[in-house]
């Protein structure tokens, strides 16, 4: 298992660009996502420093950070706020909320183990009222298939284990990315739903 709070306190932080996901702008901007996101109460599981948090706060999201390390989390709680944003370090694996309108993916998807990916579904999943969204960007092609983390994934694999409890909407290659993750990327919708459902992978 990957020491998560000594990579932070080490400074070893590859994955920290600096700022929000391209792919999480591109979505702001969306039709259909933007207005949800912007209105929303919405989750970033593995927030890190909180780029992304902020991001959805500033456009008027009432965004909480979740993250393991607390190096992180102390990381980004000293950066200012811009909005309604919060963190709590917790695992999400065993955390516990009222459920949010949304969730944000990005990186914490391709962080943990694959063999945790059916308790990563659950878990997002009982964090979600029933109609709500989990939006997110995975990535599908990492530099090293064989190494990791980050790990990656195919659009069939996620699908399978988000599909007892979502319904995919849509998803795409994101025309917006780091460079290094051009192409590398999938952004997805995926509706919360009451019930077991098929989800359908184009």
């Not at 989750?43 to 390390?69: F, I, K, N, Q």
């Not at 063999?115 to 939006?135: C, F, K, Q, T």
């Not at 699908?159 to 917006?176: I, K, N, Q, Y």
Request: hydrophobic content about 40%.
């Amino acid at each position: 298992m990957t020491d998560w709070d000594g990579r932070w306190r080490a400074g070893e932080t590859p994955w920290d660009k600096g700022e929000a996901a391209p792919p999480l702008l591109e979505a702001l901007e969306d039709a259909e996502n933007g207005p949800f996101l912007r209105s929303a109460r919405v989750l970033v599981p593995g927030c890190g420093s909180g780029h992304d948090v902020r991001a959805l706060a500033r456009v008027g999201a009432e965004v909480t950070g979740l993250d393991l390390s607390a190096k992180a989390i102390e990381v980004a709680r000293g950066i200012k706020s811009v909005g309604g944003e919060s963190y709590v370090c917790a695992n999400l694996f065993d955390w516990q909320s009222e459920p949010f309108d949304a969730v944000w993916e990005h990186t914490c998807f391709c962080a943990i183990d694959p063999s945790d990916r059916g308790d990563y579904a659950e878990a997002v999943a009982g964090l979600i009222r029933p109609g709500g969204r989990l939006i997110g960007v995975f990535y599908l092609d990492p530099k090293d298939p064989d190494g990791g983390p980050p790990h990656g994934a195919r659009k069939e694999e996620i699908a399978r284990h988000l599909e007892p409890w979502f319904t995919l909407e849509r998803g795409s290659v994101p025309t917006r990315a780091f460079p290094s993750r051009v192409g590398r990327e999938w952004l997805a919708t995926f509706v919360r739903c009451d019930g077991d459902r098929r989800v359908a992978v184009d």
